[in-house]
């Protein structure tokens, strides 16, 4: 069985870092059949993707449009966890961030494991 | 840009059958998946691919696609179904998530 676990701080102030780590047990994070996602939900905008990185003979990153300018999503082989950091952050940022994993194939995204959620707030 | 576009809050009496939408181009190229969202609780996969359901997922729940739109129906809608779902597909750049829509079970 897959898990997921995630660790990070709940506050962070505004025009600093956030950055939040995902460990997985159960998989590998190069995986060659997984994507590696981090994903947020607020009250305003719902399901909210952020981006990934997977590995296919070597390392891909993507990105949502909202956050491409100031995210990065790195992975860490020899802890087997993946790591979302996200700068220059302001209220707005506030939610519920959740790592997840992709399994689908190239038609279908499919999330079927995901962490259980940190709540981050961004506030000074 | 591409985006999926879902119903309003929904509501549905105990025991009937709802139906919920998600419209996007995407979905000319892309099946919908589609999620259940309880407060304090992480999404559950509950729809995949063309019409799959992940093992343990109820058969009340199932899926369709048509061109642009995806549906998900519940059949006999129970209590417990009370919750936000969401729909997501790939695109040419990442992935898109519906907006969500609340089901309210009365």
């Known amino acids: 069985q897959v898990r997921l676990q995630q660790s990070g701080p709940g506050l962070v102030k505004p025009s600093q870092t956030l950055s939040l780590t995902c460990a997985i047990s159960g998989d590998t994070v190069s995986s060659n059949s997984a994507a590696w996602n981090w994903i947020r939900q607020s009250p305003s905008r719902g399901l909210e993707w952020l981006g990934r990185?997977?590995?296919?003979?070597?390392?891909?990153?993507d990105y949502g449009v909202s956050v491409k300018s100031r995210i990065a999503i790195t992975a860490d082989t020899s802890k087997n966890h993946f790591a979302l950091q996200l700068q220059s952050v302001t209220p707005d940022d506030t939610a519920v961030y959740y790592c997840?994993?992709?399994?689908?194939?190239?038609?279908?995204?499919?999330?079927?494991?995901w962490g259980q959620g940190l709540h981050v707030t961004v506030s000074s | 840009s591409s985006e999926l576009t879902q119903d309003p809050p929904v509501s549905v009496a105990l025991g009937q059958t709802v139906r919920i939408t998600c419209q996007g181009d995407?979905?000319?190229?892309?099946?919908a998946s589609w999620y259940q969202h309880k407060p304090g609780q992480a999404p559950v996969l509950l729809m995949f691919?063309?019409?799959n359901r992940p093992s343990g997922i109820p058969g009340r729940f199932s899926g369709s696609n048509s061109g642009i739109t995806a549906s998900l129906t519940i059949t006999g809608a129970q209590a417990e179904d009370e919750a936000d779902y969401y729909c997501n597909s790939r695109d040419t750049s990442g992935i898109l998530f519906g907006g969500g829509t609340k089901l309210t079970v009365l």
């Open positions: 997840a994993r992709d399994q689908g194939d190239i038609w279908t995204s499919k999330f079927d494991f």
């Open positions: 691919g063309k019409n």
């Open positions: 995407s979905l000319k190229t892309y099946y």
């Open positions: 990185t997977y590995y296919r003979s070597k390392w891909f990153n």
